[in-house]
């Protein structure tokens, strides 16, 4: 399974993105999905993660209330809508793909819960 991020770039703080994620060579509506993302010299982190119907949706702490986190199965595509952008937001964003988890709702925000991802998209925040 190939993961795909795009929609990444250069914006100013209180601008908004939105980051696109797309699998090939299986049904979209197989997995459930997460958004990790890492800035330079700090650990990987947890932003946003949605389960496979779409009902439960997670986010980090500093995502809530900012960062909308979506999936469009026809499309096979998942998006995270960022708003209010923040210097602090500049990382490369990844998004990553599990297609089978008992325990979803527990490791959804653990890079270790997921099977699948693929190249990142770097985002920029100029203060």
């Known amino acids: 399974v190939q993961l795909q991020a795009s929609g990444g770039g250069l914006v100013q703080a209180g601008d908004s993105l939105r980051l696109s994620c797309s699998i090939s060579?299986?049904?979209?509506?197989?997995?459930?999905l997460g958004w990790f993302r890492q800035a330079p010299g700090k650990e990987r982190e947890f932003v946003a993660a949605?389960?496979?119907?779409?009902?439960?949706?997670y986010y980090g702490d500093f995502a809530k209330g900012r960062f909308t986190i979506s999936r469009e199965d026809a499309a096979g595509t998942a998006y995270l809508q960022m708003n209010s952008l923040e210097f602090e937001d500049t990382a490369v964003y990844y998004c990553e793909a599990v297609e089978y988890s008992a325990s979803f709702s527990a490791t959804h925000s653990s890079p270790r819960g997921y099977g699948s991802w693929g190249r990142g998209t770097q985002v920029t925040v100029s203060s």
């Open positions: 949605i389960d496979w119907s779409g009902t439960n949706k």
């Open positions: 060579e299986r049904p979209f509506s197989y997995f459930a």
